[in-house]
């Protein structure tokens, strides 16, 4: 008898491939040291041999779901999870067993963005000079029940199920090239909730808001759909900039892991083309509640601070740019379960990565815990513009909660300019008079608006007696 050496070596090609095939295999989202979320069905999924029996079992219930894969090879189970505890074990087991050891039940965020929201606890070089006092934040970080998971950098043309990434417990050694910004912010909900917290961070620097939405969110863009149809040809070259990269590479892989909401810091690269950003950041937040299939998700996100954009070469806005991207940032607040974290008074016009992140990641987290988890404290709440009268010359600007009164940062409030019927601003005085400003300038005959910090650099500097800043405003609606 004589071997057919091809056949043989397709027979044991195949029986490789069926071995391989045959063993669970779990998306890198699920590992030791993961925190699903508590008081809720979670999904768990991922890939075995086609038709493969898997079952699903747990320790934090007597729960055990039985599945089978499908005929690609994909399976999923949903499990309901009870409130916070651990540790717990979970095991999935098919013709191979994973078992998942130390997870717990807590709360899980989910945080994204650009280089701001990337910015690590330790960074040193150059652009990121690292948060402040970043050696004392890390020696006091370790958090045995905080848990992270840092979204390793990729791009792709089409959605993919799986990212890479690793479980790991907070510490002053796994949390150093984390984001600040995320860590600030779970710290801050573990220290008030005290259960167990975890992040989940998928960023990167420099990149548009249109990277991290879905191709279908960007219909109505021509610019950003024209670019999407040439991605879709293997022979354009693509990066990280492509209109829906980043959600491809980076998100799409997350979407069916349970979240209690979403953190956002973005925004610094769309500035000079603020007149579209509420309705891409709209599309993208809809978006994002359309893929997880929650309606209600939290969306918080950061205000834009100060900076001088006009340094930068590739800044093709102008010297007020900031101030109608804030008002659109605003905008999207009419979107339900929505919060911004101002940062008016917390920017460095000469860096636009500023190094205070513990206050940001603190305003996230006090709206969460006033909006998210119902525990409303007025601290919570900014001074918010209300009206203006005039009175000859003097315009009288009057804010809601300001119950204690107005405070300033320095001599006196700064950043209000008046204009009259010629629609030219001025820089102008301001007193406080408890809940009101004052503001005059000689400048001016009679005045007819009132603008507060609408520039790129303009630093708030007033405040409620919470400390908390005022946002950029402007009583006109005049065009640019």
Known sequence: MQFNFKTLALALALTLTRTTQAKVHLPSIFGDHMVLQRNATVTIWGKADLMENVTVKTTFSNQQVVTNADSKGDWQVKLDTKDAGGPYQVSVKGK??????????GEVWLSSGQSNMEFSMDST???????????????????????IFKVTRTFARTPKEDCAGTWEVCSSATIKKFSAVS?????????????????????????NIDSWMQSIDLEGFPTRTNRLKRMQNDTVKIDQTYPSALFNGMIAPLVKFNFKGVIWYQGENNVHSWFEYDKLSKNQINGWREVWQNADMPFLFVQ????????????KGKANSLGYMIEKQSSVLALKNTGMARTGDLGDTTNIHPRNKQDVGKRLSMLALANVYAKPDKSYLY?????????????????????DGLIIRGDSPTGFELAG??????????????QVVIVTTPSVGVPVAIRYCFKNTGVVNLFNRNNLPALPFRTDNWDL
């Open 383 to 403: 001074p918010e513009f209300s009206c203006i009268s005039i009175e000859g010359k003097k315009v009288k600007v009057k804010f809601d909660n300001v119950t």
């Open 304 to 315: 834009i601070a100060p900076y001088n954009y006009l340094s930068r070469p590739w800044f």
């Open 421 to 434: 019927a010629d629609k030219v601003f001025y820089p102008a005085k301001a007193t406080i008079d408890n």
């Open 183 to 207: 860590f600030f912010f779970i710290k801050d909900l573990y220290e008030k909730l005290h259960i167990p917290v975890a992040i989940i961070n998928a960023s990167w620097g420099g990149t």
């Open 125 to 147: 070089s150059a652009a990121y000079s690292g948060v402040l006092n970043f050696r004392q934040e890390l020696a006091a970080a370790d958090f045995p029940l905080i848990r």
């Open 96 to 105: 191979n067993e994973v078992k998942l050891k130390n997870v717990y039940l």
